[in-house]
């Protein structure tokens, strides 16, 4: 009926068959309900008949009044009793409705022939010039009642499409105040009953995987309703709740169904719906969006406190620590300060104490902050041998005395990496070799370019590591057996294998007991450059 | 004959009583301030040689004390910091300081660094016949340590100055980074190259007409640096 006269081409990201079935739908129920129909148009219906059992019986009264006095009282010629019942159709055309409009032509046409054509009190015509007349008064009212209907008919509707705006207006604005304290989805099911009426709403947000409720009424079956919607947004598919008027659609984003909407007697143009669903769309993407800076913002703001934390730490230790070591460090090595050979051996006690305290919060900070994902690497092309001689010098204190034999072909390809944080993962290899093989055995550090990259290695000829052991010792806190009297936290090698996977490589070991251990790392080789 | 005046200057108690006592041991004449704000008071009073600044006080940090001095004063400065990343680093050198220490220190470390940065290069540019320098717009007058480039004068600290001499002992050659780090700095130094970035880049912006597209103070990748004078 009217529906199917307003129907546009299929939107965009409704698919055509369901489009029909959206339109089927609509027009069944205007069918029923002519006009702009809500769900409150069944319990108008009464109402309705009525009104117009009496707007029929005003208009037959207003022919029979012209007839009446026409008739008995005031007498003119034919001619001006027909245009004053053309007068009477065009004001009952205008004011009321086509049905009115053509019933009073016809009765007015009745009457006119039997009252006033002669002979006068017969349906007979005796003049033919009469028949022309008579037929042109019924043509000139019918077609004026069916213009004048349509122009109120086209009326009605321009006064639907407006109302469609307004309300569609109204939600856009609801949509874009929606404030934090309420589940978006929510304060928009909401909003959406509220501006068009709806008796009963369910919104499922497919983000936050919830359904939201609004509206006065309720489903009959709300379980049903919510596996409808979850299979609506996840098949991307209109559906419909055959046992009363409840249309569940997908809304969607870019073609992505992000959620679905289930609205029970949603009687609108698909225009309208549509434009319903874009704004819903829009205004969950805003919200997911919204979510996901907050998320953004609030590991952040973690990340921030993590960091000052630990700089706090690192100062409320080392700063005592600094006074500690600066004493002993003083009396250690001021010739002028004449300590006996047993307080030298008290002050160096005290020195190696504040040594060993200094390593261990530095290495815990280290820990802490490269597991927190707070160091961003500052990649650089480096050259393998000198990574290896700049971490041999930073730890030349460790390696006093021991023979250290570095195998590094001068010809290696350069590699791309952080050298601060390479330097360190040597740095911690070479401390553990000096640490855990007997005092004057030999270490050796090396580099060789392999088809991984370059694999940097350090080889010591200690005890050994057990093959149960070697899947434990890159764990934090884990000490091997042999070192349980050692000094150290067993952080380095969790520290060096976070530092080289950060690097997108790999760190092992290879080792068996009596055998010494050899510690590889591999790093990326450098991408050559044409100009140099 | 005092080795040197020295301003000490830590929010820590301890820190400045250990320091003092060391430092006075040595032969040097050492004062003490509890925070920023009172070391640029005693700074405009008092001349010194050298200053220890801890990076991290309340109030004026050091890195802010350590600009607010740069702006009107080349005295040498020494900054501790408990960090030892290069971040850090980068963030007391870019503020001027001309060497770092990382806390805990050793105290010959520390007395290492402090010779290190007092320590002068044994042969002055001028005796190598050079006492102003005028090349394209800029003006180097060697003496009084100024820079004048587009008409903006600016004084070199003394590291700046030093590694500027030798750059200009050496010229049109490619100086290598380990050189240039023992022959300024001291021989305990070499892997320093945040140093040389630092410093190369404050010198740049004080000699160079456009800093970011030097015409004197070259890099040459991988190697080193290399002044360019025109014959």
Known sequence: MRRALTINPPVKGILAWEYFEVRKRCSNAMATWPGWTNYSASKNFPQKVMRSTLRLFLALSLVATITLVFFRGIHVNATSVGFFYLVAILVIATTGGLLEASVSSVVAMLCFNFFFLPPVGTFTIADPQNWVALFAFLTTALTASQLSARLKRQRAQALDRQREMERLYTLSRAILLTDTAQPTAKQIAHQMAQAFDWPAVALYDRNTSEVYLAGPEAFPNVVDIDAKLRESAILSRVLHEETDDTLITPIRLGGEPIGSLAVKQAFMSDTALQSVLSLVAVGLEKARAQEEANRAQVARQSEELKSTLLDAIAHEFKTPLTSIKAVTTDLLSNPQQSLSQEQRGLVTIADEGADRLARLVTEAIQLARIEGGKFKLNRGVHFPSSLLSTALRQTQFLTDGRALKMEADEGLPSVLVDAELTQMVISHLIENAVKYSTPGSPIVIGALATERGVVFHITDQGPGITQEEQSRIFEKFYRGRVGQHLKGAGMGLAIAREIVRAHGEDIWVESSPGKGSKFCFSLPIAPVEPNR | ?231
Request: charged letters at 30%; one cysteine or more.
């Open chain 2, 1 to 231: 004959m005092s080795a040197g005046r020295i301003l000490v200057v830590d929010d820590d108690p301890q820190i400045r009583r250990a320091m003092k006592s060391t430092l006075i041991n040595r032969g040097y004449e050492v004062s003490d301030s509890r925070t920023g704000e009172e070391a640029l008071d005693r700074l405009r009073s008092e001349t010194y040689d050298l200053l220890l600044l801890d990076m991290n006080m309340p109030g004026t940090g050091g890195i802010e004390t350590c600009r607010i001095i740069r702006s009107t004063s080349d005295i040498a400065i020494i900054m501790l910091t408990v960090n030892r990343t290069e971040k850090d680093k980068v963030e007391a050198l870019d503020a001027g300081a001309d060497d770092y220490v990382t806390k805990p220190f050793s105290t010959p470390e520390l007395l290492a660094r402090i010779r290190a940065t007092l320590r002068r290069l044994p042969q002055a540019p001028d005796e190598a016949g050079l006492r102003q320098l005028i090349l394209g717009g800029v003006e180097i007058d060697l003496p009084s340590r100024q820079a004048t480039v587009r008409g903006r004068t600016s004084r070199l600290t003394a590291k700046e100055f030093d590694l500027l001499s030798y750059f200009l002992r050496h010229p049109n050659k490619t100086i290598a980074h380990r050189e240039l780090l023992q022959a300024v700095w001291g021989p305990d130094y070499g892997d320093e190259l945040e140093y040389l970035r630092v410093f190369v880049n404050r010198l740049r912006k004080k000699i160079e007409p456009e800093p970011s597209k030097p015409q004197f103070l070259l890099t040459d990748a991988w190697a080193g640096y290399r002044f360019h004078l025109p014959h």
